[in-house]
């Protein structure tokens, strides 16, 4: 029984501050040259779901990523959406944070993008005005939401259709708190621990 406890809490200490996204920069798979019109399962660790496309943006005929060399076009033809789902913990607080910008292929375009992690969602736009692909302005964006089972989906949604692209690269999910009693199990099998080292 302490066995499983200890192993249950351990579990819980180094899930904290760990990415749990999968494929986060979108490096996998591996292109020479964007990619056009990806459906289902294409981007490895993400599922673009029925009625859906993007594209894999690489800098040799599209935009420089955030880093690495590849970053997500959240539209294809039309609008995208891609998601992922993650493990969980209920209660627990999560913080989702990802480089965010735009196709600047369009002066004045506003890039337009729902984000959506356990019933918690926020729009988030990008002007791409003064921006080249040279230069996107990739600028960093948080979502804080709270698990409320043991898988989550996390999903971006394209909000505008045509070629002002919303452009998504370094996506991370850690946890930032631990449910509270967890945290008071931790504290207590601490507790535990040192009273046995006293004795």
């Known amino acids: 029984m302490c066995k499983t406890i200890i192993t249950t809490i351990m579990v819980l200490a180094l899930t904290v501050n760990a990415n749990l996204i999968v494929n986060s920069g979108f490096e996998d798979p591996a292109v020479t ?77 506003i890039a337009k993008t729902l984000v959506t992690a356990a019933g918690s969602s926020q729009q988030y736009d990008f002007d791409t005005t003064g921006y080249t692909h040279a230069d996107m302005g990739w600028t960093q964006q948080v979502l804080v939401f709270a698990a409320t089972d043991n898988v989550t989906t996390v999903s971006f949604e394209s909000l505008i259709d045509g070629i002002n692209s919303p452009a998504i690269d370094d996506v991370s999910v850690v946890m930032t708190q631990i449910p509270e009693p967890a945290a008071i199990a931790i504290l ?12």
């Open 33 to 109: 040259a964007t990619a056009y019109n990806l459906t289902g399962t294409d981007i490895p660790g993400w599922v673009i779901p029925d009625g859906y496309a993007v594209d894999l943006a690489h800098p040799s005929d599209k935009w420089v990523a955030a880093s690495g060399d590849q970053s997500l076009a959240l539209n294809a033809l039309t609008y995208g959406k891609i998601t992922q789902q993650i493990a969980t913990i209920p209660q627990a607080i999560y913080e989702l944070t990802f480089m965010y910008a735009g196709n600047p292929a369009i002066e004045g375009g």
């Open 188 to 199: 207590a099998i601490g507790g535990l621990f040192i009273r046995r080292k006293r004795i």
